[in-house]
């Protein structure tokens, strides 16, 4: 399977766990190619909205580019959701982290497993 198509599956993955929890999710088709900001997910369940960035990541490090952050921050500002990225890392399922905790390097933020584990949620305590 290829980048694109791990994405989408890890996406889709997610969509599921949150609907299973109660919250209603959509995936926003296309995100990231169109000229307006947009999140890889919308989600709520009746009193908070998410606005969610999704990775998959097989190594110790996923990798976001500025834009894709900054374009999360301006969606869920002008929207009124909560930012947040999720990774998906290779045997230790999903995590979720604000954009405020990523670290910045020159041309990118990062969120690696160890910050992960310092600094992310898994679902049930990000939606709680």
């Not at 694109?4 to 889709?12: D, I, P």
């Not at 088709?29 to 097989?58: F, M, Q, T, V």
């Not at 969606?75 to 982290?97: D, H, I, L, Q």
């Amino acid at each position: 399977m290829n980048a694109k198509g791990k994405g989408t599956s890890a996406e889709r993955e997610l969509i599921h766990m949150l609907w299973e929890r109660k919250w209603a999710a959509h995936r926003i088709a296309g995100s990231g190619s169109s000229h307006y900001p947009s999140p890889d997910i919308i989600a709520g369940n009746g009193g908070r909205i998410l606005a969610i960035e999704c990775k998959a990541c097989a190594g110790d490090s996923q990798y976001f580019s500025k834009e894709e952050i900054e374009n999360l921050v301006l969606f869920s500002k002008m929207f009124g959701a909560e930012p947040y990225v999720a990774t998906k890392f290779n045997r230790m399922g999903w995590f979720f982290m604000t954009p405020m905790h990523l670290k910045e390097t020159a041309a990118s933020w990062v969120m690696s497993r160890k910050m992960c584990e310092l600094y992310g949620k898994k679902l049930d305590d990000a939606i709680r």
